[in-house]
């Protein structure tokens, strides 16, 4: 509660220092040169309900993203990526603050709930595709993931040594779990490590055995669907931008060189043959990219990448534009309530750090892997 009324109180501060900012009574020169891009991921209609087998910050209810939609229109212009995209590339400044919408991973909730709110608003939007997914009854498999390791936990299961049995029992190296310390029985801990240190095929081999020792819900598989092919077709001829956001959602700094390049070809291909269109924008995955990545990317014919944070590739600065991920409770105050201060925080990014990012985008990790197979 502290640390929610400390943000409220800076937000407040903030909002009253930049007053324009927050009323549209100047024009920022940032966001005339880099437009806000805004990225969430499923929309459904009780947050309540959802979260208790979804993960959370992947979630906003119908209200609240009518909330967040609403205030944005009235400070920005919010147009469609093929726009913001000539803007920065050419580069020429909106005479208003402009704005995108965009969503991640193909979830058909999106089809269902977000959509009708802004065809109903007149606003354009863009949906990024994992098309090994759509059209099938499949869910994500960070998601199949997440469900197996919150059913194990609610049963009293001690997640890390759990998932490090599995491992080692499919031959495969385990991650470093018990570092999590006091999270090492957090769902969402435990996933986000191993998603960051496996490959695919790794964490699907693992995922499956873990699955076969818990009782996943139908219904809550259900929920987290991937669009149809009739549904991204629907939205095409409605337009709605579509783009990748590769074939399997790998994580592609996790990938060999090559397993990323097939990715993303693939992914390109199946999207331009299903719609009859140049698909030209490209999300990455959990917002993870490093120069090679970025490379990749631009080889198989993308014109512009997205990330979910402010760094970009000064070398490939089109292939790195900048997002951010809002959800049900990034904008609330101590209250629990939206508030229009704590959103424009969040638009300027004012409670991030300077210069900071949560992601490595060097090639660390993996520039022996890399330079063997460049």
Sequence with gaps: MLRAIGKTCFAHAYTWAYAGRALG????????SMPFIVCYHRVVENF?????????????????????IDWLAKRFSIVALDEIGSH????????RPAAAITFDDGYSDVYHHALPILKRKGIPSAVFVVTGLAGTSRPQLFDRLYLVLRCLSSRGAALAPTVSCALLSLGIESPALDALG?????????????????????LEKATSMLEKSADISRDAQQEIAPLSWEMITSMHRNGVTIGSHTHAHSLLTSEKFQTA?????????????KLRTAVEHFAYPDGEFNPAVVEAVKSAGYRYGYGICASRDPQA???TIPRKVLWERSCLNAMGRFSSAVMNCQ?????EPKDHCEH???????????????
């Excluded at 490595?360 to 460049?374: C, N, Q, T």
Aim: glycine letters at 2%; charged letters at 30%.
């Design 25 to 32: 009574k100047r024009t920022d020169v940032t966001l005339q």
């Design 261 to 273: 390049c097939n990715e993303l070809c693939e992914s390109k291909r199946i999207l331009e043959t």
């Design 360 to 374: 490595d985008h060097s090639l660390v990790r993996k520039a022996g892997e890399y330079a063997r197979l460049h």
């Design 48 to 68: 309540a309900r959802a979260v208790k087998h979804a993960i959370p910050s992947m979630l906003i209810s119908t209200a609240m993203f009518e909330q967040h």
């Design 317 to 319: 600065p089109l292939l």
């Design 88 to 95: 920065i590339e050419f580069p020429e400044r909106f005479s």
């Design 182 to 202: 006091q999270k090492r029985d957090d769902p969402f801990g435990v996933m986000t490590v191993l998603l960051k240190a496996l490959p695919q095929r790794d």
């Design 347 to 351: 638009v300027y990014r004012a409670f």
